[in-house]
């Protein structure tokens, strides 16, 4: 098992748990699963996913899945949106004046661009009409379960 402040070594593919997208791959570190899904980006290096347990690297249900494995094992775990992504906090979807946004050099005001805040947050214009944008600056699969396919490869102390 891998316990707190350990290494863990993974091998993982994250995919929606339910939905009108259920089944679809969001991640993977399996460069066979990315060809055979056909999600496979040739700018990725595909290789198993190292992070010290219990620092909050990664989703709090991956955290929690390695800790009740053991080394070689295998298993799929479900992650409820409170363990994963978050849930979905309408107070993140923001309306800003179109003209202000683009009047920033970095904005074209497209629906899908990415756009980053005064405050750091990353978020992507879902709406655009002739005087306001709509930002989500909620996480892609907040409020969303999702399930990984998950190995534990290694577990060590690197101390």
């Not at 891998?2 to 399996?30: L, N, Q």
């Not at 690297?57 to 479900?78: F, I, N, P, Q, S």
């Not at 949106?81 to 004046?97: I, L, Q, T």
């Amino acid at each position: 098992m891998a316990s707190r402040g350990e290494i863990a070594v993974v091998h993982f593919t994250g995919r929606i748990a339910e939905g009108d997208d259920e089944g679809e791959i969001f991640d993977t570190t399996d460069v066979d699963v990315a060809m055979a899904e056909d999600v496979y980006h040739g700018h990725r290096d595909y290789k198993p996913l190292e992070f010290r347990v219990g620092e909050r690297k990664v989703v709090a249900g991956l955290d929690d899945a390695v800790r009740a494995m053991e080394v070689g094992e295998e298993r799929t775990v479900r992650v409820e949106p409170d363990r994963a992504f978050g849930e979905r906090d309408e107070s993140k979807v923001v309306e800003f004046p179109r003209a202000d946004l683009e009047a920033r050099s970095d904005v074209t005001a497209e629906p899908g661009e990415l756009v980053r805040s005064e405050t750091g947050e990353t978020g992507w214009i879902t709406a655009v009409d002739d005087e306001t944008v709509t930002v989500d600056f909620n996480h892609e699969l907040a409020g969303l379960a999702v399930e990984f396919d998950v190995k534990l490869l290694d577990a060590y102390d690197d101390g």
